[in-house]
């Protein structure tokens, strides 16, 4: 099936700095590509829809100047948070949907966590 | 508005019993609702999905989800359930486009008792 892939999984960052993660899309193509943080024992939130060589659309309550989402090909959407702090602390995952009509579906990446110390 | 209601936060069943977790969505047009896994510490496994067609829908590791307009429901069902059934499981709803966000139900934690 198709596969999602991220980088890093794990990453620990001093606060203040600014960390960068990658989704890719393995074997397909992937108009659009979607950002969701997810906090321990909850559920996913959306933070923003990415679409190929257009600005990310962000959700209700998502600093955009925070949480920089480029989606620079049809393989290759990246999250940046910038300045982070503990509290951005959180486990990230991307998804990338494939296919037209009945076909199209959606495919998760296996997250990056983000520890800000 | 679009959204997913699971009633259920934590179901314990024992091992070889039935399963049936609840979903209720709410969305303006033909929804496209999707059932996932999470393991712990671990990314989202797609169970099944469905846009159309028979409203029984087959998925993957023997699980079933039965789609009810009327009730606006996608329960997820398995008449027999595994120790490697334990997970936390997600319903989400979206749209039809490819640029339609998906929504996620706040997830159900399954436990399997032996």
């Known amino acids: 099936g198709a596969v999602v892939s991220q980088h890093p999984s794990w990453v620990i960052c001093k606060s203040g700095t600014s960390v960068k993660i990658e989704c890719r899309s393995l074997?397909?193509?992937?108009?659009?590509m979607f950002w969701y943080r997810q906090f321990p024992k909850q559920s996913l939130m959306l933070m923003a829809t990415?679409?190929?060589?257009?600005?990310?659309?962000?959700e209700q309550g998502v600093e955009k100047d925070k949480f920089l989402i480029n989606h620079a090909s049809l393989t290759l959407s990246t999250l940046t948070v910038t300045s982070a702090h503990p509290e951005d602390s959180s486990f990230y995952i991307c998804?990338?949907?494939?296919?037209?009509?009945?076909?199209?579906?959606?495919?998760f990446g296996e997250g990056s966590w983000l520890t800000v110390v | 508005a679009q959204s997913v209601t699971q009633p259920d936060i934590h179901i314990t069943v024992s091992e070889g019993a039935s399963l049936e977790l609840r979903c209720n969505y709410s969305?303006?047009?033909?929804?496209?609702l999707f059932w996932y896994v999470q393991s712990p510490g671990q990314g989202l496994q797609l169970l099944l999905k469905y846009f159309s067609g028979d409203t029984l829908v087959q998925g993957i590791k023997g699980f079933e989800a039965e789609f009810k307009r009327s009730q606006s429901s996608f329960n997820l069902r398995k008449p027999s359930v595994h120790w490697s059934d334990a997970a936390e499981y997600f319903c989400?709803?979206?749209?039809?486009?490819?640029?339609?966000?998906?929504?996620f139900g706040s997830g159900t934690r399954l436990s399997i008792r032996p």
């Open positions: 969305y303006g047009a033909t929804p496209y």
């Open positions: 990415s679409n190929e060589g257009s600005k990310a659309t962000y």
């Open positions: 989400a709803v979206g749209g039809y486009s490819s640029a339609s966000k998906i929504i």
């Open positions: 998804s990338a949907r494939t296919g037209q009509g009945a076909g199209n579906t959606i495919y």
């Open positions: 074997d397909f193509q992937a108009t659009t």
